[in-house]
């Protein structure tokens, strides 16, 4: 499906812990309900948190971790224009070198935070309150608002 040029924004979760994309997916769910299906919302799970039998259980290392997702990314961004990463807070699992790697490797796209701790989906209301908030940033990325640092209350 053809969507108009500037007018779509790639959203893409890395999540916290669990590193498991189904436990955002009421999240997920929430932004497209806000906006329709003008922008694509994908979650990449953490390497050997989803199936982890395909691996043999193996544990990934912080910088495999990382190599998994640009694998995908620079294969996948190529093809966007506009692009937001939204990471699960740093108390969690996502380091604060998962942020600093992709603002270098993906310098043109969006790299915003969530303020609060990923239990923010069990709260009544919790992940529509987030919604709203990653909506607004959606809106900063369709505008070109650059931001340089991370914005983070949980850092």
Known sequence: MDKPEGHNVLVLVIPGNPG????????MQELVK???RHHEVR?????????????????????EQLEHKAFYLQHRLQ???KTLFVYSTMDEWVPAEFVQEYQVRFPN????VVPQAHA????KNGTRDMAA???QWISEALDG???????????
Not at 120 to 123: K, N, P, S
């Open 20 to 27: 498991v994309p189904f436990y955002y997916l009421p999240l």
């Open 34 to 36: 806000k906006h329709g």
């Open 43 to 63: 979650c990449l799970s953490h390497a050997g948190h989803f199936m982890p039998w395909k691996n043999n259980g193996r544990a990934f290392s912080l910088q």
């Open 79 to 81: 093809f966007e224009s």
């Open 109 to 112: 796209a969006q790299h915003r």
């Open 120 to 123: 923010f989906m069990m709260e």
């Open 133 to 135: 908030h990653i909506s």
């Open 145 to 155: 608002k650059q931001v340089c640092e991370v914005d983070a209350t949980a850092a």
